[in-house]
């Protein structure tokens, strides 16, 4: 059963920090790139960072380059995004997924809520 996990959300004031963890299973996670996205509010999911399978090769996208560090643990199969200098376009609810040529796998999981406000 592929499933996947998000944790590590909550409420932070501008210019804080939160790190999010991924537990994914049911797949041969080493095998894939893995990406965080989020989902602000009355907005469209968007893919913020990718990590390939070794961890070598990452992207950003360009609103969060800087601020936003991916990282993976293929002997946890974990996939984890550190979020540092929040501001309050950061508020979303978060989710990892594989991508398999550019596009999620699916099976999304609950995700968790990143609120930035003072």
Avoid at 19 to 41: E, V
Avoid at 85 to 92: C, I
Avoid at 107 to 113: E, F, I, P
Wanted: hydrophobic share 35%; net charge positive.
């Amino acid at each position: 059963q592929v499933q996947f996990v998000e944790s590590g959300g909550g409420l932070v004031q501008p210019g804080g920090s939160l790190r999010l963890s991924c537990a994914a299973s049911g797949i041969r996670f080493s095998t894939y790139t893995m990406g965080w996205y989020r989902r602000a509010p009355g907005k469209q999911r968007e893919l913020v960072a990718t990590v390939a399978t070794r961890g070598f090769t990452n992207y950003y996208l360009e609103s969060v380059k800087g601020r936003y560090t991916i990282a993976r643990d293929n002997a946890e199969n974990q996939v984890y995004l550190q979020l540092n200098s929040l501001k309050p376009e950061d508020t979303a609810v978060f989710y990892c997924n594989p991508l398999v040529d550019g596009i999620p796998l699916g099976y999304w999981g609950q995700g968790t809520q990143v609120t930035v406000s003072s």
